[in-house]
């Protein structure tokens, strides 16, 4: 039998009755243990060694009548099925606990103001900010997310995909089957995820550096699982602000000159495709966010073709 989601566990179907049934059941601490059987062979109420015989105990209290069951107030608590009935179909929408999530669906197109200038900061919109390796993706989303006076998330892709302990696929080991399908499992997780913050009201800035010339893993499979009103945004600096940039970095984010290079020539196919680009070769995290603000009131009034 199915059961929703983190609904209680049910009742005992009833207990044993009938010839040659058994019941087990557990002491409650504290409470009166049965006497088994007499260790020294005596029937119970019987003479002692002694030849005293003690006396009969006070027959046991009758059992209280059983209360009548009343029945629980409307949404409150878990409602067996009746012997032999189905239980109830889960509804339409998700439930955790008790907590109903609507359905995490594509984001749609955003629907501009008709009687007022596009508002970025109170707007909820989904935004994919695009940029090569050292471009300030990360720290921007952060601090824009930070400080928008809405809700908002900022899903990485990057983070996501080191999700990954054993077995994690470097790309800087090599592009290959397993990193391409771990790419590929960390992007559709944060579309899902970008989605369900859509569907409840979170607004969500993700970061991944796309590339112009790969559509197959790039922008189009941002689309498909993110929606179409996902809001692609490019974050290209120059060559020497993103090396000055890269080489600050450790660990497995630090990529080599030579890549860093390669990685920025190919972001520069973005120029002429219709997305909007940010160059804050010039600009500290702050200002790039306002600027950024502004991009995306623009995107709003008139969506990217993409």
């Known amino acids: 039998m199915q059961y929703a989601v983190g609904a209680p566990l049910p009742p005992p179907?009833?207990?044993a009755s009938g010839p040659g049934a058994a019941m087990h059941w557990t002491p409650h601490p504290g409470g009166h243990i049965p006497a088994g059987p007499n260790?020294?062979?005596?029937?119970?109420?019987?003479?002692?060694?002694?030849?005293?015989?003690?006396?009969?105990?006070?027959?046991?209290?009758?059992?209280?009548?059983?209360?009548?069951?009343?029945?629980?107030?409307?949404?409150?608590?878990?409602?067996a099925p009746a012997h032999g009935q189905a239980p109830p179909a889960p509804q339409g929408?998700?439930?955790?606990?008790?907590?109903?999530?609507?359905?995490?669906?594509?984001?749609?197109?955003?629907?501009p103001p008709t009687d007022a200038a596009p508002?970025?900061?109170?707007?909820?919109?989904?935004?994919?900010?695009?940029?090569?390796?050292?471009?300030?993706?990360?720290?921007?989303?952060r601090h824009w997310a930070d400080t928008r006076r809405v809700p908002t998330a900022h899903i990485s892709l990057d983070d996501v995909r080191e999700w990954v302990r054993s077995?994690?696929?470097?790309?800087?080991a090599g592009w290959n089957e397993h990193s391409e399908a771990?790419?590929?499992?960390?992007?559709?997780?944060?579309?899902?995820?970008?989605?369900?913050?859509?569907?409840?009201?979170?607004?969500?800035?993700?970061?991944?550096?796309?590339?112009?010339d790969r559509p197959v893993v790039?922008?189009?499979?941002?689309?498909r699982h993110v929606g179409p009103g996902l809001l692609p945004i490019v974050l290209l600096p120059g060559l020497e602000i993103v090396l000055e940039r890269n080489a600050r970095r450790s660990g497995n984010r630090r990529l080599s000159d030579e890549e860093v290079a390669r990685i920025?020539?190919?972001?520069?196919?973005?120029?002429?495709?219709?997305?909007?680009?940010?160059?804050?070769?010039?600009h500290d995290v702050a200002t790039t966010v306002r600027v950024l603000d502004d991009v995306v009131a623009r995107s709003i009034a008139s969506p990217p073709n993409w």
């Open 264 to 282: 920025h020539g190919r972001m520069a196919g973005w120029y002429g495709s219709g997305l909007p680009i940010i160059d804050n070769s010039q």
């Open 182 to 212: 771990q790419y590929r499992l960390a992007r559709r997780t944060c579309g899902f995820a970008a989605r369900n913050f859509l569907a409840n009201g979170i607004s969500c800035i993700l970061d991944d550096a796309v590339f112009p």
């Open 119 to 141: 508002d970025a900061a109170h707007t909820a919109v989904a935004v994919l900010l695009i940029g090569p390796a050292g471009a300030g993706k990360t720290s921007v989303a």
């Open 13 to 15: 179907r009833g207990q």
């Open 39 to 79: 260790p020294g062979g005596h029937a119970p109420g019987g003479p002692t060694p002694g030849g005293h015989t003690p006396p009969a105990s006070p027959p046991a209290p009758a059992a209280p009548p059983p209360a009548a069951q009343q029945p629980a107030p409307a949404g409150q608590g878990w409602h």
């Open 93 to 111: 929408m998700d439930v955790t606990g008790h907590v109903p999530l609507p359905p995490g669906a594509p984001v749609p197109l955003p629907s």
């Open 167 to 172: 077995g994690f696929a470097d790309p800087q």
């Open 218 to 223: 790039g922008l189009g499979g941002w689309k």
